[in-house]
Each structure stands twice: as C-alpha cells, then as structure tokens.
C-alpha cells in the first residue's frame, strides 16, 4: 500500500454513508487544503469559506470518486476550481472585506509574505502555530532514532509500512509500534497546547 | 511512555494505522466509530494529523481551537446534506465492465427488428405477410431490456425513417429479399422461438 491510497479505507467508509468517516478526511486535509486557498485568494477572510466550500462540494462530489487518482490530488483539484470560481464572482460582485482594506496599502511581496504566514489569523493564533511547531519538532528531536526514522520514513517520505519494514529490516508490526510510539511521545508534548480541555472541542 | 489505560492505547494505536491506512476491515469500522463515540479519540486524530503536517512544513501548524471550529462549522452543513451512498467499488466496475452490452443488445434488437420490417415491406403485395408484421414483431421486441423497447417501434411506425444504408443493403440483396414470402417468415419464426427461448 502506497501514500497515494492511504485515504481509501475513510473513502469506502464515507461511500458506504458514514459521514464521520468524512469529517475523519476533513481533520486531515483541512490545513493543506486552507494553505493552497490562501495562496490563490488574497483575501484571507475568504478562505475558511472557501474551504468549507471545498468540502462541501467534495462530499457531494464523491460516489464519482474513482480511485484513479489519489484522494488529495482529487480533492487538489476541486478546492482549485472553487477557489477559481469564489475569485470571478468576487471579480462580478466586489466585497471589500476588512483586511483586504488593511493590506490594500502594503507592498505586494510583503503582503503576500504575511498572508502565507498568518492566513489572517489573529496575532495570538499565529502565536499558538509557531508553538505547536516548535513543540513537533523539539519533541521529534527528543525521539530514539529508530522512533524518528520510522515516522519520518512514513510521513515526509510517505512509504507504506512494508517498504519501512524492509528499509528499518524489521517486521511490519515493529514499524506500526514504533510510529505509533513516535507520535504518542510528539502527542505528549503537544496536548497542553491543544486543548486544556481535551476531547470537549472535538 | 503513557499512563492512560490499555484499551485508550489500543484505540490510539488502530488510529495511528488509520492514519497510514494501514487498516482495514473491521478494524476500520471500529476506529471511525471512536470518532463518532469518543471526544479524546476525535482529539488524538486530530493530533496525530497536525503531527504529521508540521512534520512536512512548519506553515501547516495550527492552533487546535482553529481547526475544531472549521470542522464544527462543516459538520453543521454536512447535515443539511443528504447522506451520500455509492456503490461499493467491485460492484462498480463489474457494471462498468457489462454497461456495453445494454445498448449493443439495444442495437442488435433494433437491427433485427429493422431488417425483418424492410424485408417484409419489400414483399408488398403479399397481403397476408404484410398484416402479420405488428403481431410477429411483438415477440422480438422482447430480446432487448424494457428500458430500450421503445426504439424499436421507430422503424414500424414510419417508413421514412429507414436509415439508407439499409436500402443499399436491400439493393445488394435484391435476389434473397424478393425470394419468397414463406423464407421471410420462417425467419420471422426463427426470432420468435429464440425470444421465448430465453
């Protein structure tokens, strides 16, 4: 099993009605898919619409879901040709929303540079990412090596768990524990940050 | 490493499979119901996702109270939409596989309902054959599917739409098709026994 159909077992669930199984997907693509928007749209106010859009149209979209491509790549697609299609409707139906007042004067790279970074979030936001981020990767550094080879072999280099089995010279279940160790030692460190409250927010 | 209960790192460990899609099965139906059932489970796919995109870039790091109000918000218009169900992938190619026999069938009706019309249409001035047409025709229209039944009543109704490539293959065959009424319907018999046959 390669990277490419990691998504299908969520896939048949959401085919077969199990519309969890699709909020499962969402948790998953919903940054990606919020990055890429936030690149094609400069409003940044737009883009949780646009991406809840996205999914929207995805969910309906998917009994036509073949499988010929990978999950993402499908849903790469529809979030680029709503976001296409938010942009000429704003282009026929002008919205001046509050941030595209304030960055109207900034100079365009560093606007650009800005909208990359934050999304439009608020200051404290931006703040909470950056120490979500330094606590993956100081976490990821803490790791044994067999722990941060076998999450890294999986998640940057997307192989399955067979092809780190043969790489790590290991049996498969050994790759399974040992990804599942890394990001439960990552999750550790993590969860203050998440959620005080864990599980009530979910 | 942890001291939460043996069955909480069961449930975390088959959700880490998930997320490679390293499960199935049972397994698979079992891990989307702790997402349905249990808030910490829906918290651990959560962090475990985020692990994963900060892995890849620091600019997919999130706040988690951002990400759970976008879900929130999808999952309030996920219910307003009608539950979707496809058919399970075999079946679907399975029927991909056969989709074109329904209109080859189709064709093949139509064609054979076509030639014996225009057959007998050329044998017009044996009254009999001719007023027997619409009650021997009945039986092969029953070769083609329901659904595509109707198309073959095209060529009864009127002659003028004989497609004129079957005149060119009339006038080919003048010599077979002027033979004799009684060939034409012995061939007319041969179509309704194979109709019944099936």
Redesign the interface.
Known sequence: ?T?A??????V?????????????L???Y???I??LIGRMVRDVDLV?DI??ET??RA??A??QF??DSAFYTWLYRIAVNTAKKALVELKRDPVVTESSLASRGDDDETSRVEN??SDG?TP??VL???E??AA??SA?EALSEDLRQA??L???EGL??EEIAELMNCPIGTV??R???A??????K??P???TR????? | MSSEPANVMANRERLSALVDGELDGDDVVRACALWRDDGESRATWHAYQLIGDVLRSDDLASDASRDGAFVAALRARLALEPVVLAPAAPPVQRARRFAWMAPAAAAAGFAAVAIVVTVLRNNEPEVAVATSVPAALVPTSALEPPAKAANAETPIAGPMVRDARLDYYLAAHKQFSGSSALGAQGFLRAATADGTGR
Do not use: C, H
């Open positions: 099993m990277a159909d990691a998504d299908a077992p969520l048949e669930r959401v085919k077969l009605g199990d519309v969890k199984a699709f909020e499962m969402v948790v998953k919903q940054r990606r919020e990055r949780p991406a809840q999914f929207i969910y309906r998917i009994p073949r499988g990359e970074l979030e404290d936001a909470a990412s950056k979500v981020a993956v990767n990821i999450i890294t999986r998640e940057i399955s768990y399974r524990s990804i599942f160790r990001r439960e030692a990552i999750a550790l993590l969860r940050l998440l959620d864990e599980g009530e927010r979910w």
